[in-house]
């Protein structure tokens, strides 16, 4: 059972270049989640999706764009990298309900120079 | 809005001794859950326990449980007996029954000695 599955798990980028990172998963789940991560702020939402089709802004969601044309895929583009969007990111997905708890892929770690 | 508050950003605890991470949170959700993250060095995060806001009892699981007290809006999460594995960064988390995001707090680093 493969649950969250990020790609690409490391990746280094000059700044100006574009990127999607994909997020897949197969647990059925309806909500999908973009999150990143930086030392001493905790995990800060970029873009979240209910569903197929649907895509919503989080926190942070300056300099992203996401698409979810498939139920298992979340995918989060970058379209002209910048050296601030060095960090490390999260995909998560869950059931709907309050009381369910997100599953969380392992993570990609980005580097922009 | 809805909000997380993790007071402790880095704390020692000597092997084998209960430690209590501390998490406040505000809502205005009649119905929410409150759930513990837990991220070792290897970067994966961990789901631990939930707590329902109409939960009658604490949340337990193992060496884990939460300390959940309603009025005070706070879900404190205690490890007993904690051992070296225990040292990580840990994340307290809210999702309440009107809202489709569930929010992070920024997290406790937690240091077991030996």
């Known amino acids: 059972n493969a649950g969250v599955t990020q790609t690409p798990k490391f990746r280094v980028l000059k700044t100006g270049q574009s990127m999607t990172l994909l997020c897949a998963q197969d647990m059925n789940h309806e909500y999908m989640y973009w999150y990143r991560q930086d030392p001493g702020m905790g995990l800060r939402l970029i873009h979240y999706s209910v569903g197929e089709g649907t895509t919503a802004k989080g926190e942070v969601p300056d300099g992203y764009n996401v698409s979810r044309l498939k139920k298992q895929n979340f995918l989060l583009g970058l379209e002209s990298a910048a050296p601030s969007q060095t960090s490390v990111y999260f995909c998560a997905s869950s059931l709907q309900e309050y009381n369910q708890p997100q599953h969380f892929g392992d993570g990609t770690r980005l580097s922009i120079l | 809005a809805q909000k997380i508050t993790q007071t402790q950003p880095g704390m020692f605890v000597q092997e084998k001794e209960a430690v209590t991470l501390d998490c406040t949170y505000d809502t205005s959700d009649p119905s929410y859950g409150l759930f513990w993250y837990k991220q070792p060095s290897s970067g994966e995060m961990i789901f631990l326990i939930y707590q329902g806001s109409y939960d009658q009892q604490n949340a337990t699981e193992g060496r884990y449980s939460l300390n959940f007290q309603k009025a005070r809006k706070s879900a404190n999460l205690v490890i007993s007996a904690s051992q070296l594995g225990d040292s990580a960064m840990y994340f307290c988390?809210?999702?309440?029954?009107?809202?489709?995001?569930?929010?992070f707090g920024k997290g406790t680093r937690l240091h077991i000695l030996p």
């Open positions: 988390a809210m999702k309440g029954d009107r809202d489709d995001k569930i929010i």
